[in-house]
């Protein structure tokens, strides 16, 4: 992770947090090089669901812990 003032540490869980699973994202990249988009896309989300990240995508004030264009980073 590039160490810049705009991340703060929310930031620096989130980039432990993939580079600590980088292998768990393999089967996906097998799966859409083998042509099959939709499965590698159920893969990837079913994977972001085990490690806590589908969380991201839903709004603090529905519950989840939001995203900022800077975790995109």
């Known amino acids: ?7 703060d540490d929310r930031h620096r ?34 994977i972001c669901a085990q490690l806590g990240l589908c969380r991201l995508l839903v709004p603090p004030e529905l519950g989840g ?3 900022d264009l800077r975790s995109l980073c």
């Open 13 to 46: 869980a989130l980039d432990a947090r993939l580079r600590a699973n980088p292998s768990r994202f393999d089967p996906v990249t097998s799966t859409g090089e083998a042509g099959d988009v939709d499965g590698a896309a159920h893969q990837a989300i079913a």
């Open 65 to 67: 812990d939001g995203a």
């Open 1 to 7: 992770m590039i160490d810049l003032p705009l991340f």
